[in-house]
C-alpha cells in the first residue's frame, strides 16, 4: 500500500510539472480540438479559430523553456 501511494505520488507531481509546460497544454488545445471538429462539422471554422486562440493566448503564457533546464 505505500509502494502504491508513493507511485500514485510521483505520478501526480509528474503530472503537475508537465502542466507548467507550453507542449502539455497545445496538446491538450490540439486534442480538443479535434475533437470538436468531429463531433460539429458545421463549425468547423469557429472551432478552429478557438483552439488557434488557445494556442497563441498559450505562447503569451507561458515562457519558453531555455535548453538544459
Do not use: C, D, N
Amino acid at each position: 500500500m505505500k509502494m502504491l501511494k508513493s507511485v500514485l505520488k510521483g505520478l501526480l507531481m509528474y503530472g503537475l510539472r508537465r502542466l507548467a509546460e507550453r507542449s502539455t497544454w497545445q496538446g491538450m488545445v490540439a486534442v480538443a480540438t479535434a475533437a470538436g471538429v468531429s463531433v460539429s462539422p458545421e463549425l468547423t471554422a469557429q472551432i478552429v479559430a478557438g483552439g488557434t486562440a488557445a494556442v497563441g493566448f498559450i505562447h503569451a503564457v507561458f515562457p519558453e523553456q531555455k535548453s538544459g533546464s
